[in-house]
């Protein structure tokens, strides 16, 4: 079992290349949000900050949340690449013990998964909270690891199926509505190869007032 903190490990892994991740938004993301009135939102695990510049092109005003200092920089320098430096406030938290302030139209937690300690239950509840009355909570989650992973030394991870995601969110009743609740294929190139992930999709409306 890994014992480094959550930021030692998610900094080391994004010192070992200089981008992990596409720099692409998350295709599910784009799905469930290109309809919506950009506002307020709230992107949890933000890493190298491809979704959080999608949403400020989009004309969302984003707080991004990681635990990794090396990511947040480097999400950073990409913001002003893409010129939506001004839209993003980028703050560091390790979710779970520290939580961006105030409420949001729309609340974003794309594969917040780790491999060392994260309390993701709690935090997604949290992240519940934090949606403002009208607004969205959009939370994309895997359902299983990919082959090259299955078998190496992580711990026991158990990945919820949309209905565990919801009812692990003790949402109250009459107050909110289930809008997407769906597992479903994925197609990820990792070195050049093309797989599939199953993954999960849950978005939910705080109704208004
Ligand atoms: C699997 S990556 C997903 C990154 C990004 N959302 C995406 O879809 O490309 C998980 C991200 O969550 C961050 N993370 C892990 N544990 C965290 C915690 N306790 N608090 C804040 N961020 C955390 C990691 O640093 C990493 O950037």
Known sequence: MDDRTAGEYWNDRYRESTRIWSGNPNVELVKEVSGLTPGTALDLGSGEGG????????????????????????????????????????????????????????????????????????ILRTAAGAVAPGGILLIEGHLDWPDSLRHTDHPDVHFPTPDEVISDLSL????????????????????????TRRDSTVKARRLPG
């Open 51 to 122: 979704d959080a510049i999608w949403l400020a092109k989009q004309g969302w005003r984003v707080t991004a949340v990681d635990v990794s200092a090396v990511a947040l920089e480097r999400a950073e320098r990409h913001a002003v690449e893409a010129g939506v430096a001004g839209q993003i406030d980028w703050q560091q938290h390790e979710l779970g013990k520290s939580f961006p302030e105030g409420t949001f139209d729309l609340v974003s937690a794309q594969f917040l998964h780790s491999t060392v300690e994260l309390p993701r239950e709690e």
């Open 172 to 195: 109250d009743d009459g107050r909110w509505e289930i809008l997407v609740s769906r597992a479903h294929d994925r197609e990820q190139i990792v070195d050049g190869e093309t797989l």
